[in-house]
């Protein structure tokens, strides 16, 4: 890193120590917090669209999951084809 030199100086000058103050946002916002303190840290109105919404993935899941059942498979279990398919061979002696 190149350091321009001052009028004063024609040395160059070491940039000054960096220092992290704990006080500030940025120290605040990169601190480790746990799933759970996040999402209580959150707007009421915000974990309530979040859960709204894991609600509705949720039912969407049941739906579609039956549909998926029923299209695939047929609606009689006897009909269903065999999941795990076993073939008998014989040795060769």
Sequence with gaps: MYIKPTLLSLSP???PPLTISTTSN???VLAPMSLW???KSQHPRTRMLLGAGVVVYACAG???SDWVERRW??????QRPPLVRVVAVERGK
């Design 13 to 15: 000058q070491p940039p």
């Design 26 to 28: 940025a120290a605040r």
């Design 37 to 39: 303190n996040y999402y």
């Design 62 to 64: 049941l739906y579609v």
């Design 73 to 78: 498979f047929g609606e009689d279990p006897e």
